[in-house]
């Protein structure tokens, strides 16, 4: 292994971080979906980082299912979207106000 | 038979009853037709109770009968109990005879009023409640009866509620029992204080035991019970109420401002006569005050132009009268005063309801005169009231007025004698100048009007000569010879023989050669005065007068005194406590939680900002938190 666990986990940790940024900063919606994919890529990534470092299967299993999840995720994500674009014609977060008060 | 006595009471109460659930949903004849029943029905009941009594011997004429217990609580221990016995028989007559009478008038005089079984009910409970007033056997009875007449005259004077005059007059005539009725309780809660009972036998029995003649106690509990009749019986100072009453239907002002509620004052010092012997001081004050207000009132009808308000000025003089007899211990005098007054007053004011019925409702006398031809029924009986209330022999008011004042006379109470006699003046000129104005003088009548007049139909016209008739002949027929004649024998049980100053038959029929010179000197000069309705002497003497005649117009502004002194005080008061009190601290607390929670919705309210990266931001500080927790912390 010429690449230590260590590189792995930082790595995982600066794609974390910058699915953060993504999802706090953002206006567009589906600029934000992304980066939740993104957060949890990283997730995954840490992951199977972990089982093959440990040489534990468990890992790799569980990444099998956040996998599940985030596509059942996006699946109704984007339908959520799509029903709001339909009726406000914009994806800009700032302009899903309804809750304020 | 006594054991039935509930039911004189009883039937008005079923009437009441029957009326004011079912008044509506029957036929309006049948409304007046239940009513009368009732009152017939205790008229018959009373008759009967009174032939029982006639059965037993003189010196046994009294049954208790108790019903059922009412209050246990403690020493208090009172029952629905009824007393009969000579006074309460005496009373019931009245009540039940005159009673029934004005129904049968009220079926024709409110025959088109649209709110007919309304009241007939409120008759009938009337009825019911002075009636249970009078054959009480305990104070909390009577009290029971006496707040519910108080409560029918209020709904009664206020009949027609939707008139802001009658719906105040009713108020005041509440408002101002209720102050007498202050006394009253306070009385009877002395009363149960000292004696350890509201039951009459009790009380009466040992009053000359447990009360010091004279004493604290006894001065107390009489005058307490006084301030309560004065209140009922419209005496000084609280008689405002009585003429603020003939807002009411005129059976209304016949039955109750005339023949009985008003009369429950006397009744019931004449019943407590035993507590009222033991307070001699008290005794002579209801004397002068009775005295006093007879002579008041009397100059106030002189100068009134209302056909009503001057009969009750009239109402308001001659209860004086009986107060008077009261305080010079002649009290069967006065209750037999009350008896006859109820004859010649009823017809005075169903008398009055016929004018004011024949001409569509007018009421002033200014607008009357010459009625005599087209009413002649009706003039017929009033004048025959008219003599009554002055006091003519052989007529009723005759003799009792007299012994009345034989006894302040017997009694060595001459200034209280000499007040009752011009008194009677009085009452002779302001009856017959009433009299003359209407029936004789000046046809004033407004022209549209006078094609409608017509004598009252038999409904109303049976009830006057009845009446005629008891007024005709109740005085003589009972009252002769003075103080010895059938009343006074059937009643003088019930006060315990009371000695009455004896005076010699000299001197009676000397006062009383004195009291019809009187009598006949009043009339003389009101039919001298009115009898034409040209004679100059009435304005002149007016003009002459002025500031008199002014005072007497405005009743000495005794309603304005009171407006001032008692009612603005207690109105600036009341909106005072209301701005400061209830606007400020009650509803000032119950907003301010109001407000403070307010507080906390806007304030927590500002977490929703409805800002989904604001949201998003939350969540991850939150993460990071608990995160940064199980790191850290632990």
């Known amino acids: 292994m010429a690449v230590g666990l260590p590189a792995y986990l930082v790595l995982a940790a600066i794609l974390f971080v910058i699915g953060v940024a993504g999802v706090v900063t953002r206006r567009n919606i589906l600029i934000i979906f992304m980066s939740v994919e993104l957060m949890m890529n990283a997730v995954n990534l840490t992951f199977v980082a972990f089982s093959s470092f440990l040489r534990a299967l468990d890992g790799q299993v569980f990444v099998f299912f956040i996998l599940v999840v985030a596509a059942a995720e996006v699946v109704v994500g984007l339908a959520i979207i799509y029903a709001i674009f339909r009726h406000r014609e914009t994806v800009d977060v700032t302009d899903m106000n309804l809750m304020k008060g | ?634």
């Open chain 2, 1 to 634: 038979m006594p054991d039935l006595i509930w039911l004189v009471p009883g039937f008005p109460l079923l009437g009441f009853l029957v009326l004011v659930f079912g008044g509506r949903r029957m036929p309006r004849r049948a409304a007046g037709a239940v009513a009368c029943a009732a009152a017939g029905l205790a008229l018959v009941y009373a008759l009967g109770a009174l032939a029982f009594l006639l059965r037993q011997p003189a010196d046994a004429r009294r049954v208790t009968v108790a019903l059922a217990p009412w209050i246990r609580a403690g020493n208090l221990d009172v029952s629905w109990g009824f007393l009969l016995d000579p006074l309460s028989a005496v009373m019931i007559l009245v009540v039940t005879g005159v009673g029934f009478l004005i129904h049968v008038y009220s079926v024709g005089y409110m025959g088109d009023d649209r709110d007919y079984p309304r009241f007939f009910a409120y008759l009938n409970l009337f009825m019911a409640c002075m009636l249970m007033l009078v054959l009480a056997d305990n104070y909390l009875v009577m009290f029971l009866g006496w707040e519910g007449v108080g409560l029918c005259s209020y709904l009664l004077i206020g009949f027609w509620y939707e008139k802001q005059s009658a719906s105040d007059a009713g108020k005041k005539a509440f408002i101002v029992n209720r102050v007498g009725d202050a006394g009253f309780l306070l009385a009877l809660f002395l009363i149960f204080h000292t004696f350890g009972s509201l039951d009459f036998d009790s009380v009466f029995g040992q009053a000359v035991t447990r009360l010091d003649p004279g004493g604290l106690v006894a001065v107390l509990i009489a005058l307490g019970l006084f301030v309560g009749a004065t209140g009922k019986s419209a005496q000084l100072p609280l008689y405002v109420w009585l003429p603020d009453a003939m807002e009411g239907p005129t059976p209304v002002s016949a039955l109750i401002h005339a023949a009985t509620m008003v009369t429950a004052g006397v009744y019931m010092v004449a019943r407590s006569s035993a507590l009222f012997d033991m307070a001699p001081g008290v005794l002579l004050l209801v004397a002068v005050v009775g005295a006093l207000t007879a002579v008041f009132a009397a100059t106030i009808a002189c100068v009134q132009n209302d056909i009503k308000r001057v009969v009750a000025y009239s109402t308001i003089s001659q209860l004086g009268y009986m107060f008077l007899g009261c305080g010079v211990g002649a009290y069967a005098s006065a209750v037999f005063h009350l008896g006859t007054h109820a004859f010649f007053k009823a017809l005075l004011f169903l008398g009055a309801g016929s004018v004011i019925h024949a001409l569509g409702g007018e009421q002033d006398i200014r607008k009357m005169g010459q009625l005599r031809k087209k009413l002649p029924i009706t003039r017929a009986t009033f004048l025959l009231a008219s003599l009554a209330n002055a006091g003519i022999v052989p007529l009723a008011g005759f003799w009792s007025k007299d012994e009345i004042l034989a006894a302040a006379f017997g009694g060595h109470h001459y200034l209280l004698w000499a007040l009752g006699s011009a008194g009677a003046l009085l009452t002779a000129f302001y009856m017959f100048r009433l009299y003359y104005t209407v029936f004789e003088g000046k046809d004033h009548v407004d022209r549209h009007a006078a094609h409608h007049v017509h004598e009252s139909p038999p409904v109303m016209a049976y009830p006057l000569i009845a009446l005629a008739v008891g007024a005709c002949g109740v005085g003589i027929i009972f009252g002769f010879p003075p103080d010895h004649g059938l009343y006074h024998r059937f009643v003088a049980p019930a006060f315990g023989g009371a000695a009455v100053h004896e005076i010699g038959t000299g001197t009676t029929v000397g006062l009383a050669l004195v009291a019809t010179i009187i009598a006949l000197a009043g009339i003389a000069l009101a039919r001298a005065w009115y009898r034409t309705g040209a004679h100059p002497a009435p304005s002149r003497v007016a003009e002459r007068y002025r500031g008199l005649y002014t005072t007497l117009v405005n009743k000495y502004w005794v309603d304005e005194a009171y407006d001032a002194a008692v009612v603005e005080p207690i109105r600036r008061g009341s909106v005072r406590l209301w701005k400061a009190f209830d606007e400020a601290i009650v509803d000032g607390m119950v907003n301010r939680v109001g407000d403070w929670v307010q507080g906390w919705a806007a304030g927590l309210g500002r977490f929703q900002t409805g800002s989904v990266p604001t949201y998003v931001l939350s969540f991850l500080v939150g993460a990071v938190a608990v995160l940064g927790y199980f790191l850290l912390a632990r």
